[in-house]
């Protein structure tokens, strides 16, 4: 799909932002088709770029910085230099939107925080990233995402009761921040689009996991006792799911079962002892639920997935089999999603990674272009904007 065809076509959008949760909200926008201009510092670029995982490199940088910053332009700055600031001044002049995740006081030191460029650029959507927002205690700690799901009760949330805290296995505090600050800023460029103003627009990794966190949090605020959710001894999957929600192992793998009259379910898998406990007692499926579950989990040990699954599927139940990745990719739903692409740098080095989710007039959204090595554009871009030259440039000269 061309970038003219894209719904953010011709939107400008300065990156500022480092490592996953500001990134990840500017590959977004990429992906829709604004030109995603990401401002590094000369020396090391984006800190992500050495952030390693899963020992993989691609181009001499991390794999993580190249998925995530696929489709953008790097622009080499040096925030502290007089010249490069003047520079990146002059460009912030050409741009709709700008993202950073800087620590609080970090920009307000080097003059572009919102209020000192909102009188020059009132059209500016100014989109910011912090770890616990900017007034508090926590102000000034890490904003990372091991971190913030630890502090905010959803590490908690995990494993049976017995467990310690069992954090996600993604860092989905990050990009699920990342999400809310897209939102924020489509928002705010509707808005301008309306009125001109511009805006300000923030989120904090404690706030994303705090909403992440409402439906059990919810429950726990409207508590009398004000106590804490209840872990269940065995397949945890909801602090406040009556049985039989969670998933059980089977004879050759697991089985994961949502929402299901527990009555229904004992009659449907054979266990009887469930079926007539359920039905005494309707009320007590959650009061009850580890007793419940413990029936169902000697139960269904006693065969495979598959064959659960050939009772419980025809029946309507909501079960699925839990699959790990290489059975994923081997399954014809994965090939039907068509949710792989291949990207391409510079150089010609090409890597597997995920496209957009998003489908836009019924089209997959790709963009093959991988992420740019460091400072790749700054010459092209510093031309186009006819920004001002450096100290070294006018040397030459």
Not at 95 to 121: K, Q, T
Not at 202 to 225: I, K, R, V
Request: proline share 7%.
């Amino acid at each position: 799909m061309e970038e003219r065809g894209l719904p953010l076509a011709g939107l400008v959008v300065l990156d500022f932002s480092q490592y996953l949760a500001g990134p990840s909200c500017a590959l977004r926008l990429a992906d829709l088709g604004a030109d995603v201009i990401k401002v590094e510092r000369p020396q090391g670029g984006d800190a992500c770029r050495s952030l390693v995982v899963a020992d993989q490199r691609h181009e001499g940088d991390s794999a993580l910085f190249h998925t995530i910053n696929r489709n953008k332009r790097s622009f080499a700055a040096d925030l502290k230099a007089p010249a490069d600031l003047a520079r990146v001044r002059a460009l912030i002049g050409h741009a709709d939107v700008m993202i950073h995740n800087f620590r609080p006081g970090v920009m307000e030191r080097l003059g572009l925080d919102y209020a000192s460029l909102a009188v020059a650029h009132p059209r500016l959507v100014y989109a910011c990233v912090s770890g616990y927002g900017g007034e508090g205690p926590w102000r000034d700690k890490p904003g990372q995402d091991l971190l913030v799901q630890s502090l905010s009760g959803l590490a908690w949330l995990g494993g049976n009761a017995g467990d310690p805290p069992v954090p996600a296995g993604v860092s989905v505090i990050d990009i699920l921040t990342g999400a809310h600050l897209v939102q924020g800023i489509l928002a705010a460029v509707l808005r301008r689009e309306r009125d001109g103003r511009g805006g300000l627009v923030e989120a904090s990794l404690m706030e994303s996991a705090l909403d992440l966190q409402f439906e059990p949090f919810t429950a726990f605020l409207n508590d009398p006792a004000g106590e804490q959710p209840r872990r269940s001894a065995t397949s945890h999957a909801n602090v406040h799911a009556a049985a039989p929600y969670g998933i059980y192992a089977t004879a050759d793998g697991y089985l994961a079962l949502a929402m299901t009259p527990l009555d229904r379910l004992g009659e449907l898998v054979g266990c009887e002892p469930l079926r007539a406990a359920a039905a005494a007692a309707p009320d007590s499926w959650l009061r009850g639920r580890d007793r419940y579950k413990a029936m169902l989990a000697g139960h269904l040990a006693g065969r495979p997935t598959a064959h659960w699954l050939a009772l419980l599927e025809p029946a309507g139940v909501w079960c699925a089999d839990v699959l790990t990745w290489p059975e994923l990719v081997r399954h014809p739903a994965f090939a039907a999603l068509d949710m792989v692409q291949e990207i391409a740098s510079a150089g010609g080095a090409r890597m597997r990674t995920t496209r957009c989710p998003i489908r836009i007039d019924g089209r997959r959204l790709r963009s093959p272009r991988g992420a740019p090595r460091l400072g790749e554009h700054t010459e092209d871009i510093a031309a186009a904007y006819r920004l001002p030259a450096t100290d070294t440039q006018e040397t030459q000269a």
